[in-house]
């Protein structure tokens, strides 16, 4: 037997896509689909495990608290933790040990990868630029990835004591050097037909490091929800960040 | 006999690899490398057939009525052509028509193909984006390059009736979008061992393409001005740009 | 009233793709879809003036011999057209003249372009290498559009009279410098979460360049249809191939 | 007053790039440089703290002896060292264990972090290819990084249980789909112009990860070799590999 699963919001773009994955993947059973409308006590009908929520900031701190009191593992996408929240989910947690719950704002196994190997790279390299692509609907420029990249190559140059990057331009066109975030200029691309895509550039002499991300279509993130599927009940307590799940 | 070649500027840094370009190549006669204090006769006794001209503005129009004069193609990289410069080498070039002077600003095959294939693509994409790459030692940003190559696609978008690019975005940190030439969004990125490369993306419902150009030295003009220095004697008259010599 | 289609094999998914697209554009007018089981006269009661035809071997011959005969237009990208198929259709079409039929077995803008921007530039760099990458569920490899760009590039490297690529190899683990197609090695990459994607890279002195062409999902022929739909009016007899609809 | 450095090995090509980057290093300075025919003394006589060894394998170990017994510590990139090698370093290690030695086979700082980077990844990806570019004089292929960063890849993912990658191919030409390093297939393109540049690429579900280094020129080791200078002194014994300088 697998373990047993739960899904919150099961019936959403996203949570369709976290269902089929979880019926897809062998060491997994799916026990519970819930959305708006449903009883929450199905999971425990069900004898769920873990469940997984992908529902919205109006639902997701009750089922949480549901969750939890009830010793589920909860893995967590839905979007709106400020820190009050982290609170009190931490405090639900500390009267469960053994329950462990990973909130993450980004699954895309590949992104959060690429984030943390610019971050381990940054202090090697004179220069650090970060581009990314999206479909031209998008309506922030840069993305939140693309500035949290660039706030984790700042931090980790700074750590290191390095210096301003080099940058001799004199005459230049409003604009062209890109977004200026903590020194790392940031460059944001739209284009029809495209998705999600990320890259970062290093140099130094003689040299260039490249990272890029490519998300090719909007179920990118389930195999980082596996990943925390199966491992949230070995990691008691709050988790925010699928990083550390990924051994980085 | 190969093609009897003069090299005027040959002593400076692109002259000398025009030089060493000539002379490893079998079809080519390398007779005479003429330099500041040299006496332009040289080229005449040498029976100099083709001449390559990366000189300076101050000596190059010199240089082109005497060759002119004599007979002699020219091959021309120097800077400094404005219209007026162009039109007295055009009325040189009148009274001798049996002489082919080349005039282009860019002997980079790779960078001259990327414009061309960029203006010849543009008409097909929705969307349409140059990012250009170079060392931090450069003062202007966007590149001349970028610049020219952003102008062809919004000129070929226009010829085609096209509407402004796809572009949803709200809320932007200044600079993210890169610098507005024309309609066409142009990001420079100034990073530390990198040479010259440009890229430019084409985005329509599925699909991109993807046209980039890398330099990865110096020397990288050097089979754009042999391509001129064959072909010169077969195309009468002034011509400005490698573009028709490439058949584009 | 913009241009009236039909779309034949409306209900397959690549023509659920076509019928959108059409729906979605405003100087196209859909005033049919017709699939298995329905009769084609109701592209006369339409008023079709071009039909599009996503449907199988076994029915496309057919479809084209009536939609000619009553003077549609015909937009084909059905599989199975050997020469002799060919050479009926073009029986059928000089029948009546002023039928336009474009039939082409690959309507990706991008993929076209590339092939022929790949075959512009082959002679003018003494190295060219293809990389295809698809998910790994393709059959083959390395892809047909892969083979048939390797072979545009041999094509114009023999017209131009070049020697073999340079290539000092001495020692090599088997299969690690590609397969060998015409002389241009062509590289086949299977990738989970892939699509359809191609790399064209050239080099010479210097300089390198490289024509990228990514798929991101299975309507991005949609665009190269509605050229042909757009277009189809204006080439009476048969033309096989986007190529020529683009201006290449 | 910066570290003391001698530079042995100094007037060949890769000697001449070390001694003009310890030069134009600030907290670095050159006392010594030692080639074929001067005496080893000279580095006493200087007061060398760390010596930087390109030079060949019939002297390094010589140099390496005599820079140990006199307590230098000593950054090597000459190549030939076999596990016998390397065990008689370490018995000369062990007898002055306040001396740092560092050997390594690579000190492209960008291409020891792709592979580590690869390595780390490996496991999140159902599939992982590796190309490698290289200008047409290079001898073997892949190259040895390349199949070193295969290698790397197949560690991580036996050590993780993973089954062997996706990959249906039924008809192949042969090389299509590369050299198969212990799994993970390898592709060598050799390109004109081009210097070292190597890619990984990953896949899983909806996403790719792409790593990509790039060499532009001789002195990509550079930068390298200076974390190499400034932290020998803190690593006492025989060090393999640039990997663990970098925290990696």
């Known amino acids: 037997m697998g373990i047993k699963v739960g899904v919150l919001g099961a019936r959403g773009r996203v949570g369709e896509a976290v269902v089929a994955g979880v019926r897809d ?10 959305d708006r409308g449903d ?21 997701v701190m009750g089922n949480l608290e549901f969750c939890i009191a009830h010793g589920i593992h909860c893995v967590v996408g839905t979007t709106g933790f400020d820190k009050e929240r982290l609170a009190q989910v ?42 990314e692509f999206h479909h031209p609907n998008k309506l922030d420029a840069p993305s939140g990835t693309a500035v949290h990249t660039a706030e984790g190559i700042t931090e980790a ?3 290191a004591g390095m210096p301003a990057q080099p940058d001799k331009t ?11 975030v903590d020194g790392v200029p940031v460059h944001a691309v739209r284009m029809s037909g495209m998705v999600a895509h990320e890259e970062v550039i290093f140099g130094t002499q003689g040299q260039s490091l490249t990272i890029r991300q490519d998300s090719y279509d909007r179920t990118s993130f389930v195999p980082g929800v596996l990943v925390g599927i199966r491992n949230v009940a070995d990691r ?3 988790c925010v960040g699928l990083d550390s799940y990924l051994g980085l």
């Open 236 to 238: 008691p307590g709050l």
């Open 39 to 59: 009883d929450l006590h199905d999971l425990i009908t069900a004898e769920a495990e873990v469940i997984v929520d992908f529902t919205t900031p109006d639902v």
């Open 170 to 180: 004199a005459q230049s066109l409003p604009g062209a050097r890109g977004a200026d």
């Open 25 to 34: 993947t062998e060491d997994l059973d799916l026990v519970a689909t819930i």
């Open 90 to 131: 931490e405090e639900w947690a500390s009267q469960h040990p053994e329950v462990g719950v990973l909130i993450a704002p980004n699954f895309a196994i590949s992104a959060v990868l690429a984030m943390a190997f610019a971050q381990q790279a940054a202090k090697f390299f004179e220069s650090a630029e970060v581009i």
């Open 157 to 159: 140059r700074r750590a």
